[in-house]
């Protein structure tokens, strides 16, 4: 992992928006996040990757929907309500995360964060930022927005 | 005499016959023999006529000449002419006539010049005399010469004449005694054929007749019924022998149906008889009735058997009917006193008929009243059962306000939730804006509170509203089963209703009968009283009975012994 930025906020609380999904507990950095929104009309889409669900219109945007679990290639535990999105407004692109129920706006010290998660290795661990302590995963989402797989995605939905 | 009747009978009048046609014959010979001599004296009468007329012409011929010469007048040659026309036929007629007799066709042809002479002498003179007078034919005549002539021919005529007549007497006598024999054989025959035909008749008149005779005396005998007498049947092959060997055969065929009927007399019937033939009606009849004898003995035997059985049984049924009747005697003295408790008896029940009558009464106004009160009964669930359907309206309005409210809860709920996000949203625009968004954080972090409270609150409302809805189904249910408990109800009063009803007729039913079964036993009681009467007169009629089964006794004895007599008389018959 690159601490170059991380380096000179050690000190400073990271701003997390903590949600779950499907039994499981995850956060986002809350600057990335433009709002959350109830999930309206999906609708899917043919000839996409199977991590991403479909489309919904977000006053006159036309948003992609992700399962964050089927991108991490995690495995499915169980049914889920899916009910709300949060969308992700990156430098270029712009698209909505999948979530059961938002928890809410909390802060996180840095240093809680434990780097690595035994079940997640390889690849998919370069997407999280950490594990705190109460099991809460922390979504690197620089790291998702520069990832080819979504740029690829982009392509195809435009 | 192998001979039968008819040939003998035959040979007799053969006989006589025979005579009779000799004589026929006899007499047809001597009148044919007469006739032909009649003809032979018929044929010389006419030669003898001929000459007659011959020399009566030739002098017709002399008188016509004669007459010519005297008068010279042609009239006086009539007969002259006439005789010569016919002189020819009558000379040819007598040629004919004597063809048999030479000498006279000798003197015919003698005569034949002569006439020849004579004709041409006259044909000449009455030339003469034609052409001279009277006085020269005169002499011409007194020549001679004609008369010469004419003498000769009157000389030969009566030679022709007495020979013919010389035949006549041969004739003559002939005839005569040709009619002689013939009247002697006539007589004669008659007479033998006469005798012959007497001789036959006695002899056949005996030889027929005596055997007759003595075959009807012993019909006669046989008529009267005399069947001892025997036919003496000689040796003759004719039918007189014949008709007696018959009828010796018939005697001996009636003596043996006399014996057979003799031997069925003496009873002993097995005797058999032959019939003479197929029509044989006495043999065929006497055959059947001696099997229908024998049979009808057999049948009689047999019955009279069965009739000595069924007398002894009569008697000993009789003896039987005889104690059995004194036992019923008996019997009927002890159901004379039975029926008399009996009647008693009957009293009691009919007093105790009258009392369950009036029981039955009451009965039945209970069971009215009963149906009174099931029709209360009735209508009280009928109330029941129209509150029931109200509350069960009640009950179905709670319900659907119940999800009324569930539906603005759920509102609120939603209301909450968007809450909820408002205020993450408000926290995450406050911690975009940093230090300065910190207050706007807190207000944030309070609306979120507020909204979970909010959230909690409803669903605390929802807990409750769920246990409301469980409450009001359950409330529903139990109106639906109190519906249908007040249903059956109200069936189970029906049904009570209609068996209350069913129970009251049965009991009006059971008064009427309870009445009637008094009044029977009222009427029992007369019947009994009658019944003991008609037990004293059925117990006199049985003793009655008794007697007379005495005498039935004795009256089957006298039949079995008449049975036993009868089986010894039929037994007498040898069958």
Known sequence: MAHSPAAEITEIQLEVLEFRLAQESYAVESRYIQEVYPLRDLTPVPCTPAFVLGIVNVRGRIVPVLDIKKFLDLHEK???????????????????????????VRSIPFESLQPSLPTLTGI??????????????????????????????????? | MKWNVGTKMAAGFGSVLVVFTLVGVVSYRSTTQLIEASDLRKHTYDVLGNITEMLTLLTDVQVGQRGYVITGDDNYLEPYRSALTKLDQTFQDLRRQTADSVRQQGRLDALDALIKTRVAYSREVIDFRRTNSLEAAAQMIKSGKGETNMDEI????????????????????????????????????TLVGLLLAAIFGVLITRNIAGPLQSLTTVAERITAGDLSVNVTADARSDEIGLFARTFDRMTQSLRTMAGAAEQIAAGDLRATITPQSANDVLGNAFARMIDNLREQTRQLLEGANVLGAAATEIVASTTQLASTATESATAVSETTTTVEEVRQTAQVTSQKAKNVS??????????????????????????????????????????????????????????????NLLAVNAAIEAAKAGEHGKGFGVVAQEVKNLAEQSRQATNQVRTILSEI??????????????????????????????????????????????????????QQLVGMEQVAVAMENIKQASNQNVASAKQLENAARNVDDLGKRLKQIVERYKV
């Open chain 1, 78 to 104: 169980g049914l889920t309500d899916l009910h709300r999105i949060i969308l992700i407004r990156g430098e270029d692109c712009e698209f909505g995360l999948l979530a059961d129920v938002i928890v809410g």
């Open chain 1, 124 to 158: 998919r661990s370069d997407y999280l930022k950490g594990v705190t302590a109460e099991r809460l995963v922390v979504l690197d989402l620089a790291r998702i927005l520069a990832d080819p797989k979504i740029i690829v995605n982009d392509e195809v939905i435009a």
């Open chain 2, 154 to 189: 009157r000389k030969l005529l009566g030679e022709m004449q007495s020979e013919e007549e010389g035949l006549l007497k041969i004739y003559t006598e002939q005839s005569a005694s040709d009619a002689r024999n013939a009247k002697w054989t006539i007589v004669l025959g």
């Open chain 2, 358 to 419: 009036e029981s039955a009464k009451k009965t039945a106004q209970i069971s009215g009243s009963g149906r009174k009160s099931t029709e209360d009964v009735a209508m009280g669930m009928n109330r029941i059962r129209e509150q029931m359907e109200a509350i069960a309206e009640s009950m179905v309005r709670l319900s659907e306000q119940s999800q009324t409210i569930g539906q603005i809860i759920a509102t609120v709920e939603d209301l909450a939730a968007q809450s």
């Open chain 2, 469 to 522: 809805q469980k409450a009001t189904g359950a409330a529903v249910m139990a109106t639906e089963q109190g519906s249908r408990a007040v249903e059956g109800g109200e069936r189970q009063t029906a049904t009570a209703g209609e068996s209350i009803q069913a129970l009251s007729d049965s009991v009006t039913e059971a008064a009427q009968a309870a009445t009637q079964i008094a009044a029977s036993s009222q």
